[in-house]
């Protein structure tokens, strides 16, 4: 069965890093997102992505972060000065798109972030 | 603006009980979808059912049932004769038309075995 693939699994980091975390989508899906959990906490959207742009971001998603689809099959998000609060499961997700029906999101296995 | 409540933070049940999971959404758009997800110790989110907001019909999956009243906007899950597998945390979410899913804090179930 196709799947979401995140790569790392766990990332450790240090304040003021950059880190890139990996998903490799679907492969006939066409829209992206990225999603985060703060430890115990409730999953929170952060970005979607269509048509090689961004479609929404919410305001968690500043100027530290950003995605990109640099070939066919990856899509990134990109941290450039990690903060010790941007610790967290970073989830990949993406949904197909069908004329005319609404299709479900599916989720990676998360990349656990931690910034020390 | 958009919301998803899920009241109860944890429940405990004896293994083979039924247990519900609350959940109650608040949205003005007219055509929303209704989901469901599992996460597991293991962290991953498992998708267990999608559902628009055209369709009341209730669903029912093995031991998983989902009934959906617009009239309580409530979206409640049901585990019947629940297994220590059924262990995780479960979230409700909302997607209307801006495309993002919106999830609620999350229940977790502990299944005694």
């Known amino acids: 069965e196709p799947e979401v693939t995140q790569t790392p699994s766990h990332q450790v980091t240090q304040m003021g890093q950059e880190v890139i975390l990996h998903c490799v989508p679907i492969s006939n899906h066409l829209y992206f997102y990225w999603y985060r959990q703060i430890l115990g906490q409730k999953v929170e959207f952060l970005v979607s992505?269509?048509?090689?742009?961004?479609?929404?971001k919410s305001e968690i998603f500043d100027d530290q972060f950003s995605v990109e689809r640099p070939d066919g099959s990856n899509f990134t998000l990109k941290i450039r000065s990690t903060k010790l609060e941007d610790s967290a499961m970073y989830f990949c997700?993406?949904?197909?798109?069908?004329?005319?029906?609404?299709?479900?999101?599916?989720f990676g296995q998360g990349t656990r972030l931690t910034v020390v | 603006a958009q919301k998803v409540t899920q009241a109860q933070t944890e429940i405990s049940v004896v293994e083979k009980e039924d247990v519900t999971l609350d959940c109650v959404y608040e949205?003005?758009?007219?055509?929303?979808?209704l989901f469901w997800y599992k996460q597991p110790p293991s962290g991953e989110l498992v998708f267990l059912i999608r559902?628009?907001?055209?369709?009341?019909q209730n669903e029912i999956s093995g031991r998983y049932s989902w009934n959906f009243q617009k009239s309580t906007s409530s979206f409640n899950f049901t585990i019947t004769a629940s297994q220590v597998v059924d262990s995780a945390v479960y979230f409700c979410a909302l997607r209307s038309r801006d495309d993002k899913i919106i999830f609620g804090k999350g229940t977790r179930l502990h299944i005694l075995p």
């Open positions: 997700a993406s949904r197909l798109r069908l004329a005319g029906r609404d299709t479900e999101a599916f």
């Open positions: 992505f269509y048509n090689n742009e961004i479609s929404e």
């Open positions: 949205t003005r758009d007219t055509t929303y979808y």
């Open positions: 559902r628009n907001s055209f369709d009341e």
